[in-house]
């Protein structure tokens, strides 16, 4: 299966890129880790140079609409994103409160590993394109029965192209 993934860069299209938690384990269900997530996000466009078009955090998996970043590509991106939060997340559940150490999400322990391997990238050159992936990833929490309107999904880029509202994150829309 992976000996035929091809990546296309370089091209200056648009990237929608879809990543799950290891085994699609519900990870990011906490207001805490989806918040560490964007947090993270946000420092990690800043430090790679990569437009963020869109976004959508789920307890299981993540959405993605940017831009080529201007130093390295995609896959560096993605690697130093699941990275930090990866460690972020792993060492705060780690930590020990008094004589109790707390477990993650109902006291179970910490899978192995905290995102699958690999990634979906799909290379987005039309706004025709661009639109219908932003539809689809503002739609993904009513569509699971988290929430009743895309807007009220505090974890992607919906209040802002919906109300132009500053969410938890900046958005740099294609012109």
Same mark, same amino acid.
């Given at each position: 299966m992976t000996k035929d993934l091809i990546r296309r860069y370089g091209r200056g299209d648009l990237?929608?890129?879809t990543f799950s938690?290891?085994?699609?384990? &519900?990870l990011l269900s906490s207001a805490r880790a989806k918040n560490t997530f964007v947090r993270i996000l946000d420092?990690?466009?800043?430090?790679?140079?990569? &437009?963020?078009?869109?976004?959508?955090?789920? &307890?299981?998996?993540?959405?993605?609409?940017?831009?080529e970043p201007a130093r390295g590509t995609p896959?560096?991106?993605?690697?130093?994103?699941?990275?930090?939060?990866?460690?972020?997340?792993?060492?705060?559940?780690?930590?020990?409160?008094?004589?109790?150490?707390?477990?993650?999400?109902?006291?179970e322990e910490l899978p192995a590993r905290f995102w699958q391997r690999r990634f979906f990238d799909f290379n987005v050159?039309?706004?025709k394109k661009r639109i219908e992936k932003l539809e689809y990833m503002h739609l993904n929490p009513v569509k699971r029965g988290l929430v009743v309107h895309p807007g009220e999904w505090?974890?992607?880029s919906c209040s802002f192209y919906s109300r132009r509202?500053?969410?938890?994150?900046r958005i740099d829309p294609v012109k």
């Open positions: 990237h929608f890129i938690c290891y085994r699609r384990l &519900p420092e990690v466009r800043d430090s790679c140079g990569v &437009p963020l078009v869109g976004y959508a955090v789920m &307890p299981e998996h993540v959405h993605l609409l940017i831009g896959s560096t991106v993605m690697q130093v994103l699941k990275q930090r939060v990866s460690r972020r997340l792993r060492r705060r559940k780690k930590r020990r409160v008094g004589q109790l150490e707390l477990g993650f999400e109902g006291g050159w039309s706004l505090a974890w992607s509202k500053l969410g938890l994150i």
